[in-house]
């Protein structure tokens, strides 16, 4: 079983939705959690970083952590063409950039 | 500010040839790190350095060196590349931000082995 799980999408909505993207993980260990952005052919780049549970919120986006069932979520308001790429949930148990455990990826697309 | 930088962008090897990886970054990091990026498998470590003159093994180090040059530059070698190594690789440096690190990453490189 890998540490952490990402559904890989591809996922298509249109503009204006709410988008909801998810990552379960098996170790309760995890207390950081972050959400990644990747656009085409680019590096990630961090989007929301949360420590243990509950929500936090940016913008557009929400994080939310429920470490009771071992799921994390990453919701986009109002998605514009822009959001599309990318997103890649990491967690790590201690906060070191060294043992971050990442998804694969889900792949969202916002169409015009 | 460049941020994290890395070149090149692109190279083909054949079975057998070395290349060196290189990255900087501008932003007085202590720590930087390579990983891999493979479809379906997402972003593995290769090796990292938490400071200027340590290195160590992250999941995946067989078949890579590395060398923390100074505080900006950290460089990733494959000695004799292998079909197995064709990957985007890239390069990320961290600060500590409140409870944890926040890792800023390069554009990548994208290397084929043939």
């Known amino acids: 079983q890998k540490e952490v799980e990402q559904d890989p999408g591809p996922l298509s909505v249109p503009e204006g939705a709410i988008v909801s993207l998810n990552c379960t993980y098996s170790?309760?260990?995890?207390?950081?959690f972050m959400w990644y952005r990747q656009y085409s052919r680019k590096g990630p780049e961090l989007l929301m970083y949360?420590?243990?549970?509950g929500n936090k919120e940016d913008g557009r986006f929400t994080a939310q952590v429920d470490k009771s069932s071992k799921y994390i979520s990453l919701f986009i308001r109002d998605s514009q063409p822009s959001d599309s790429a990318t997103y890649l949930c990491?967690?790590?148990?201690?906060?070191?950039?060294?043992?971050?455990?990442f998804g694969t990826g889900t792949r969202l697309t916002v169409i015009p | 500010n460049a941020g994290v930088t890395q070149t090149p962008k692109f190279q083909v090897l054949k079975t057998g040839q070395s290349m060196t990886l290189q990255c900087a970054q501008d932003?007085?990091?202590?720590?930087m790190y390579w990983y891999r990026q493979d479809p379906g498998m997402g972003l593995r470590l290769i090796y990292y350095s938490a400071s200027e003159g340590t290195t160590d093994k992250g999941e995946v180090p067989n078949g890579y060196n590395v060398s923390r040059l100074n505080k900006r530059e950290f460089s990733l070698r494959l000695e004799s590349a292998a079909p197995s190594q064709t990957s985007v690789y890239f390069c990320?440096?961290?600060?500590?931000?409140?409870?944890?690190?926040?890792?800023?990453f390069g554009p990548g490189t994208r290397l084929l082995v043939l």
């Open positions: 990320a440096s961290s600060e500590l931000q409140g409870t944890g690190e926040t890792q800023y």
């Open positions: 949360t420590y243990s549970s």
């Open positions: 932003m007085n990091h202590n720590s």
């Open positions: 990491a967690m790590s148990a201690w906060g070191g950039a060294n043992n971050l455990f």
């Open positions: 170790n309760s260990a995890f207390q950081y």
